[in-house]
């Protein structure tokens, strides 16, 4: 009975280890997460734009909010055609599949405007700062795999 109370117990504490360190762990990986600058955060805050760099920036910016917002409503209205087209037959038909495509083709052109604007925003940087604006992008990209 002596033995089966000490195993207890020491399964109890080992087990409490194991919590709290993976609590801790859990909790490190969130903060470094939730603290990761975005990219807008990273170029305006990060790479000490000049006076120039930012009007140039701005203006990036503001054309690319407008063929964004343009994208989104395409997705919108993709969903909706696809929505309509699930509710008519309730099966994977050829309208199921014609609003898919759709809406896999607005993606795709709302990730091709993204790249560009990307690209665009690397365009109007200094060499040092493309090469810092290069590991974060080649950071973001690769850690959203994961």
């Known amino acids: 009975m002596k033995g089966l109370s000490r195993g207890l117990i020491l399964t109890l504490v080992l087990t409490l280890f194991a919590a709290v360190g993976g609590t801790w762990i859990g909790a490190r990986y969130i903060y470094a997460q939730q603290h990761q600058p975005s990219l807008h955060e990273f170029v305006h805050e990060e790479l000490k734009l000049n006076a120039d760099q930012q009007t140039r920036l701005a203006a990036l910016e503001q054309d690319f909010a407008v063929r964004r ?78």
């Open 69 to 146: 917002r343009a994208r989104e409503a395409e997705l919108r209205a993709a969903n909706a055609e696809l929505a309509r087209a699930i509710q008519a037959r309730h099966e994977y038909s050829p309208e199921v599949q014609a609003a898919v495509e759709r809406f896999h083709d607005a993606m795709g052109e709302l990730q091709k405007e993204t790249i560009l604007h990307v690209l665009a925003m690397r365009a109007i940087l200094t060499p040092e700062q493309a090469r810092q604006f290069d590991a974060r992008i080649s950071e973001s990209l690769t850690e959203q795999a994961s």
